[in-house]
């Protein structure tokens, strides 16, 4: 939905540079489009090649940036501003180099240490104590 909007905002304001019943109209916007929707595509499609089932070519790079991702899972698990930046990305407010960023790089390297997915711990709410089965 996120992109969507993004795209009608992109279309309106475009339309409003070159006029509606410009011949400039789809070009403009289909790159502008194309600017929005390649990050949300790149990750979707390089998390299809986390599954052994996926075949063809990997695009190159799918295997770091995937397993960089899975430690930015991690670390949100445990590290508040790890997942308000991975939430960011998730959302479209930032673009996914700010994953990148050497601060968070950092942040992301020692939390993913501590998820309890990595240290086979019980699972606690902050507020609530251990997860109860449902």
Do not use: C, K
């Not at 968070?104 to 902050?126: D, I, N």
């Amino acid at each position: 939905m996120t992109s969507s909007a993004l795209q009608a905002a992109a279309l309106g304001d475009v339309a409003s540079r070159v006029g509606i019943l410009s011949p400039d109209l789809p070009r403009r916007f289909h790159r502008r489009a194309a600017r929005i929707i390649d990050a949300p595509w790149r990750i979707a499609v390089g998390g299809d090649f986390g599954h052994p089932e996926t075949v063809g070519p990997r695009p190159l790079g799918t295997a770091e940036l995937n397993g960089y991702l899975q430690r930015v899972m991690r670390a949100s698990h445990v590290s508040v501003p790890v997942a308000r930046a991975f939430n960011r990305v998730l959302n479209l407010a930032d673009p996914p180099t700010a994953l990148v960023h050497p601060a968070l790089v950092v942040a992301v390297l020692r939390a993913s240490r501590h998820s309890p997915v990595s240290t086979g711990a019980e699972v606690r709410h902050p507020r609530v104590g251990p997860a109860r089965p449902i």
